[in-house]
């Protein structure tokens, strides 16, 4: 009885007059509100166009940036190099996940006997984040295989790979350690009032909200990793923009530089736009919305 | 006697889940209203609705003459005379209790910001507060922060006061200060609408309880008449369960 007298409503239920009027001003309010939103878009786009089509180098610049024959000559050589671009992103980009959050966490414990641990994590973000990235690609690939150690790679490849794993790795877990801190202590304390372990409290209540509020600073700092691959050009490995670099002295334009700016936007932009809905998703599974 | 808040019809649904069902509700200048009803009745949707947090599937909303379910309207305009308490104090963490108190009066009543400390601090002292208006919420106990919650929606004067289960953290020999308290901005002009399972406060503060039921106000009258000679037979039901 309780249960048909609950539903019988929802069955029966048609939208009042009043309602309807108020859905179709809500529409109206809808299609007022994207109509400005298109106007605007367009009336700023047209005029940065505009601005820049008429400024007084236009030609020259035109003429040494984008050049369709040169886009299409140094095409090939820089997907060639952009392809290692890539594989040291896919290996970097795990790495400094787990090792950032294996610092932030190292930063949180408690235990006396892990205070060297928690020095030493403490000291690597502090000289990690205070040095140009640039200098420990430079110092790893050159320095590391000049010791002359053996059963030490010399490859260039894994060699900067690492030097840039240690710069990020040390950006990425001050923004776990954000994380964690931002969780309010009363989380903690109902956690630790059902007898979890600091580590379980840490493993299944802290850490999981943490990373969740995170994510778009994180995301940030992988697109800018995955920006910064380009660094190792510095100790010459012949990646996307070292082979923009190299077209560009030998032709004399440099269309190619924007070719090589384009593959990185390509991979930059889906991974920000995957993260954002994958955000929206989640709060939405959350709040029950 | 003209009614400050009218809703009629009032329909509200999550995901095909129906809260508020055809629900009537009136409240008329200097009224107390008590909701009482089962956990799940609508009584916190309901507040939600009235001072527009949520948007109504269906029915009407005046407040003070003016239909505010609109989609014309814009909510701040109502929310500007209407104050809110909610279950969970929802306080801002980073800032001085003070400062909680006088962020609304300063940014959206645009008063001076000496006059709102001064206002913050009056009512903070008949709260028992006077001493914390310096601290941070998170430093004062559960019933210290609900007492801040009712003084940040006080500070601005509404015109209409909603309660959401206020007195649910609140240790019993507080119940009664802040029941005075709250009894006192009644007679200064303050309407009031309160969820509540508090069965004793609503009998005292209440110049009319309604029982939620399905959505529904199932059974209104005053508290002498609902509490003591119940018509529903779900009503007897629920005010036996937490009598019990």
Not at chain 1, 7 to 26: C, F, G, K, M, Y
Not at chain 1, 77 to 85: H, M, P, Q, T
Not at chain 1, 162 to 179: D, M, P
Request: proline share 5%; with cysteine.
């Amino acid at each position: 009885m309780t249960q048909s007298e609950m539903t019988s409503p929802q069955v029966t239920w048609e939208p009042s007059e009043r309602e309807l009027e108020r859905q179709a001003v809500r529409r109206r309010l809808r299609l007022q509100q994207s109509a400005i939103a298109t106007v605007v878009t367009a009336a700023v786009a047209i005029g940065l166009v505009l601005l820049v089509l008429s400024s007084p180098g236009w030609d020259r610049v035109r003429d040494y940036f984008l050049s369709w024959s040169h886009a299409r000559d140094s095409f090939a050589a820089i997907a060639e190099g952009f392809w290692i671009n890539i594989r040291i992103f896919l290996v970097a980009e795990p790495c400094v996940l787990i090792l950032g959050a294996l610092v932030a966490i190292a930063r949180q414990t408690t235990s006396p006997w892990l205070a060297p641990l928690r020095l030493l994590a403490t000291g690597y973000t502090d000289l990690f984040r205070g040095v140009p990235s640039i200098l420990v690609v430079v110092i790893c690939g050159i320095g590391i295989p000049a010791l002359g150690l053996s059963g030490v790679t010399s490859s260039l490849f894994w060699l900067t790979t690492f030097a840039l794993v240690l710069c990020y790795g040390a950006y990425v877990a001050e923004v776990f350690r954000a994380g964690i801190l931002a969780i309010h202590p009363t989380q903690v304390a109902s956690a630790e009032a059902l007898a979890l372990t600091h580590a379980q409290t840490m493993r299944f209540v802290v850490l999981p909200q943490a990373v969740r509020r995170v994510v778009p600073p994180l995301m940030n700092d992988l697109v800018s990793l995955q920006k910064d691959t380009a660094l190792i050009s510095a100790v010459g490995v012949f990646e996307a923009l070292r082979a923009a670099q190299d077209y560009q002295g030998y032709n004399f334009n440099g269309t190619p530089l924007l070719v090589a700016a384009a593959y990185f936007l390509i991979v930059a932009v889906p991974l920000t736009r995957l993260t954002d809905w994958l955000m929206r998703r989640q709060i939405e599974k959350e709040q029950g919305r | 006697m003209t009614a400050l808040l009218e809703a009629k019809a009032l329909r509200k649904s999550y995901r095909g889940r129906v809260v508020l069902d055809d629900l009537d509700l009136t409240v008329a200048e200097h009224d107390v209203v008590c909701l009482i009803g089962a956990s799940g009745s609508g009584k916190s949707t309901l507040l939600r609705c009235l001072n527009l947090l949520e948007t109504i599937d269906d029915g009407v909303i005046t407040f003070d003459g003016r239909e505010i379910s609109d989609p014309l309207v814009d909510p701040r305009t109502v929310r500007r005379e209407i104050g809110m308490v909610f279950q969970a104090y929802n306080l801002f963490p980073h800032l001085s209790v003070l400062d909680n108190c006088t962020l609304a009066q300063v940014r959206v009543h645009g008063v001076p910001a000496g006059e709102a400390a001064d206002r913050a601090r009056q009512l903070l002292a008949r709260f028992g507060l006077a001493d914390k208006a310096d601290a941070h919420p998170d430093a004062l106990s559960g019933g210290q922060q609900q007492r801040v919650a009712l003084v940040r929606a006080m500070c601005t004067r509404p015109r209409l006061l909603l309660l959401d289960e206020i007195t649910a953290a609140l240790d019993p020999e507080l119940v009664g200060e802040v029941l005075e308290i709250v009894r006192a901005e009644a007679e200064a002009g303050t309407t009031l609408v309160l969820a509540t399972h508090e069965m004793s406060f609503a009998r005292e503060v209440a110049t009319r309880v309604c029982f939620l039921d399905g959505g529904r106000v199932l059974e209104q009258g005053p508290p002498e008449q609902l509490f003591g000679h119940p018509v529903e037979e779900r009503t007897r039901a629920f005010l036996a369960r937490v009598r019990s």
